[in-house]
């Protein structure tokens, strides 16, 4: 027969988040302020960017050859909310996440598939769609 269970098993244990004794980590004050906050900061609508509903890689799974002759590893691949100054919102679908890679990120191309149209007017490229500017550009190395 199975052994008696106790009134309270966690009263003893020590939390592997905060090291306390009495709780554990799926029921620890830290651990949970931590998930809320991460939840706030992607939910949809939040006004934040982030990758979002992506599929995670196995490592070397694939790379990226990027401007420099290197290639970047992608760890995951979904659809990345781009946040801009403006309040308004670029989703990107099928992004290719390489956190090595932080600059040029947005394919021109790809935002001409979604329906964007890109005008290069002195020396800067504007973005719009539906006759409403989401943002411009200077192009640099």
Not at 29 to 37: F, G, N, R, V
Not at 53 to 73: D, I, T
Not at 119 to 130: C, E, K
Request: hydrophobic letters at 35%; aromatic letters at 8%; proline letters at 7%.
């Amino acid at each position: 027969p199975p052994p008696p269970k106790r009134e309270n098993p966690a009263k003893d244990s020590i939390c592997h988040e905060c090291g306390e004794i009495g709780h554990w980590k799926r029921k620890c004050p830290h651990y949970l302020a931590e998930l809320m906050k991460k939840k706030k900061n992607t939910a949809y609508g939040a006004g934040g960017s982030g990758l979002r509903a992506s599929r995670k890689l196995k490592p070397r799974a694939l790379s990226l050859y990027v401007g420099n002759g290197q290639h970047e590893a992608v760890e995951a691949i979904g659809v990345f909310y781009l946040c801009l100054p403006s309040g308004l919102e670029i989703v990107l679908n099928n992004c290719h996440y390489a956190p090595s890679i932080t600059r040029g990120v947005i394919s021109v191309s790809h935002l001409y598939e979604d329906g964007f149209v890109n005008r290069f007017i002195d020396n800067t490229i504007q973005v719009s769609r539906n006759n409403v500017v989401y943002f411009c550009a200077i192009p640099r190395d």
